[in-house]
Each structure stands twice: as structure tokens, then as C-alpha cells.
């Protein structure tokens, strides 16, 4: 039976268990959040979704819809079934943490992705191997002919979603990423709630 929307407060995470052929859909409520996204394998969280060697099974640094993304096994883990946004999805950039916002210039505690990323599973009585480089959605990281990066605002739209597909038994983990210092959330620098729903 399908569940109840669950929400992903601005700038926390939350975990939830799905089974292999599960499907969850993702939505940018407000249209302008990145969501960091993780899965790990429930049987052994020191399997996980791992960009690096998704990015060679996919042969880009851009998922696209029918994508499989891959453990650190190389098994698939996690299909890209659709996407109502332009596919606009970073795979490059590291969760933030204390230390990028230390560099930012912050003083005392900031929310991050790596801490949301620990929370979220803690309250499933987990904790995490790593922090896995996280599969960002939305998040807006243009690659120049020349490899550069920079960090845009999201091009997504309110109400956006994509659909994922479970491949194995996974935990799957989101934080909707706290960065206020730059505008990678927007242009307004406020982070948003998020939500998703398990389709079946
Ligand atoms: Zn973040």
C-alpha cells in the first residue's frame, strides 16, 4: 500500500527503508532545494551508492533517465525512472560539513549534509561507514569544456520530482543540504523542506 508523503524539514535529513523493486518519488517542493541523496545496502551498509563508480557505469557525470547508478561493488543500486526537471543533477561535489563552512567563514555551529547524513540513519540505529559522496538532485554544478565547476542556483521548478527504483534492499538517506553561505539553494540563500513518497 502506498504511504503518506514524508517530509524532509529544511536543512535536516531522514531515512527510510525500501525493497528491492520499490519505487520512491522525490519532490523539490518549493523548487529551488538540493537534496544529497545516499542508499546503502541494508544487509551491509558498507556497500553503498557510490559516485565515482556510478559515473563510470553510466559513462558521464550527468545522470540521465533509465540510468543505473552502482554500489562500491559496482552492483546496481538505484535506477533514475523519471524526471519532470531539466536532469540537472551534480555528482561531483563532496557533502558539506563543518569544514566547508569553517572555510565560508562561519563561527559555531552550521547544519550540514554530513551531519544530517548521521542523524537521519541514527534514528534507523545506524551508523554511517563514511559519508559517501552523496548523489546531489538539483544541485546545479555546470563542467566547462575546460573542466571547470561553479556552483548556480537549481534550475528545477516547484513541484518537481524524480522517481527512483530500489535495485536491492537499501536504506535510502536525504538532506535537504543547509547551505545558506551560498546561493547553491537559490538565490535567496534560505534552504526549503523537501518531500517524498513510496509508490509501492
Ligand atoms: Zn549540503
Redesign the pocket.
Known amino acids: 500500500m502506498a504511504a503518506e508523503p514524508v517530509t524532509i524539514p529544511a536543512r535536516l535529513g531522514k531515512a527510510a527503508r525500501l525493497d528491492a523493486g520499490q519505487s520512491l518519488k522525490l519532490t523539490n517542493t518549493h523548487g529551488s532545494q538540493?537534496v544529497?541523496t545516499w542508499a546503502f545496502v541494508a544487509a551491509d551498509k558498507s556497500e553503498f551508492m557510490s559516485m565515482e563508480h556510478s559515473r563510470v557505469a553510466i559513462g558521464g557525470v550527468f545522470p540521465h533517465v533509465g540510468d543505473t547508478m552502482v554500489t562500491n561493488r559496482r552492483e546496481p543500486i538505484l535506477t533514475l525512472l523519471e524526471d519532470s526537471s531539466p536532469g540537472i543533477h551534480d555528482t561531483l561535489i563532496a557533502?558539506?560539513d563543518r569544514y566547508r563552512y569553517e572555510m565560508l567563514g562561519c563561527e559555531g555551529h552550521h547544519d550540514?549534509?554530513t551531519d544530517n547524513l548521521a542523524a537521519a540513519l541514527g534514528e534507523m540505529g545506524m551508523t554511517p561507514p563514511e559519508t559517501p559522496s552523496p548523489w546531489n538532485m538539483w544541485m546545479n554544478i555546470p563542467v566547462g569544456a575546460d573542466g571547470s565547476v561553479s556552483f548556480e542556483a537549481p534550475v528545477s521548478s516547484p513541484g518537481d520530482y524524480v522517481t527512483l527504483r530500489a535495485e536491492r534492499d537499501i536504506v535510502i538517506v536525504f538532506?535537504c543540504?543547509?547551505?545558506d553561505m551560498i546561493p547553491i539553494n537559490g538565490a535567496d540563500c534560505v534552504p526549503k523542506e523537501c518531500h517524498f513518497k513510496i509508490l509501492n
Open positions: 538540493v544529497d557533502a558539506c550540514s549534509c538532506s543540504c543547509p547551505q
